[in-house]
């Protein structure tokens, strides 16, 4: 927060091109530049509602799925974004997403039918037996780690 924009080596050479000058080789850099982190953001809606521009009426994103209602702590429902680029060919009617905490409470859910999809990291104490059980269903991306 204290050096000047110009010396924090991220340069926008034009509107669809971002340059990354690197005090050294990086080779997953790109990657890095996919995480939702550095998706961008509507300066005019955050600079309208300060801290509140994330609430489900201030909210604006360019994604697939729009925010119909959001429990904190409960759920999130989504439903088609009749403004995304390719509306036409979204297939799915809505999306609840879940914040469960516990990585077993998330994959006895998903035994259970309540879920149809997990995104957290299975228990290591059960992913043997969870690969068995479901092997078409199981998978584990790369990530990056150490």
């Known amino acids: 927060?204290?050096?000047?924009?110009?010396?924090?080596?991220?340069?926008?050479?034009?509107?669809?091109?971002?340059?990354?000058?690197?005090?050294?080789?990086?080779?997953?850099?790109?990657?890095?530049?996919?995480?939702?982190?550095?998706?961008?953001?509507?300066?005019?809606?955050v600079e309208q509602f300060g801290d509140k521009w994330t609430d489900v009426k201030n909210i604006v994103g360019n994604g697939a799925f729009t925010v119909k209602n959001w429990t904190i702590n409960e759920k999130l429902e989504l439903v088609p974004n009749p403004h995304y680029w390719d509306h036409?060919?979204?297939?799915?009617?809505s999306v609840t997403l879940y914040p469960i905490e516990s990585e077993n409470t998330d994959v006895a859910r998903y035994r259970a039918g309540d879920l149809d999809i997990t995104n957290h990291a299975l228990p290591v104490e059960l992913f043997s037996k969870l690969k068995q059980e479901y092997p078409n269903e199981v998978y584990t991306p790369a990530s990056l780690c150490t």
């Not at 036409?88 to 009617?93: D, E, F, I, M, S």
């Open 1 to 45: 927060g204290k050096k000047p924009i110009t010396e924090l080596g991220v340069k926008a050479l034009d509107a669809h091109t971002l340059e990354l000058t690197l005090s050294t080789s990086v080779p997953y850099a790109d990657k890095l530049t996919e995480h939702y982190v550095l998706a961008p953001v509507n300066k005019k809606l």
């Open 88 to 93: 036409a060919k979204t297939v799915l009617t």
